[in-house]
């Protein structure tokens, strides 16, 4: 892994190799697939799973801002197809090099921005053959630049603004 300083406050940082296959998400499945039906209440939901070092579901939504983002995330990120929980990302395509994204993480609810929820819903877009290997995902707090080639064994780059918020120092 390697994080790059390219301009100003602008960086681009290796991400890793995305991992598709169930048990190393952990998902409970034991095929690797594009999509997978799963159930919540009465609905049927078609989910594409990855890991980047946590587990992320992703679903293609037609309105991010209309969808039902807090009740779906809540009640997935706990399914018990996720033995550890994961964090639920809602993409909406607007081409094949822009989507609009919001995350649900498991834990802490629906953030304003997730590096690994971007990477996450782009590699789910290339693998499934929707989006292009060069992606801007805009999230609430700003835009990231997500860059894959779509080839296992290779590593995932995101590239974004950072800035310091804060200096802190723990006593113990």
């Not at 983002?69 to 809602?90: I, M, W």
């Amino acid at each position: 892994m390697f994080l790059e300083h390219i301009k100003d406050n602008f960086f681009k940082i290796d991400m890793g190799e995305p991992i598709f296959h169930p048990s190393s998400i952990p998902f409970l499945d034991t095929e690797i697939k594009k999509y997978y039906p799963i159930f919540l209440d009465e609905q049927k939901l078609r989910c594409s799973v990855v890991s980047l070092g946590n587990p992320h579901c992703v679903l293609q939504v037609s309105d991010i801002y209309d969808y039902p983002v807090d009740e779906v995330g809540s009640k997935l990120s706990k399914h018990f197809l996720f033995p550890q929980g994961v964090n639920v990302g809602f993409m909406q395509v607007v081409s094949k090099e822009k989507i609009l994204l919001r995350v649900y993480e498991r834990h802490v609810g629906e953030t304003q921005a997730c590096g690994s929820g971007a990477c996450a819903a782009v590699a789910i877009g290339i693998r499934n053959q929707i989006l292009s290997n060069d992606v801007c995902v805009q999230l609430f707090q700003g835009q990231l630049k997500i860059f894959w080639n779509g080839m296992s064994d290779s590593s995932l780059y995101m590239s974004g603004p950072a800035s310091h918020v804060y200096d802190g120092y723990i006593k113990y």
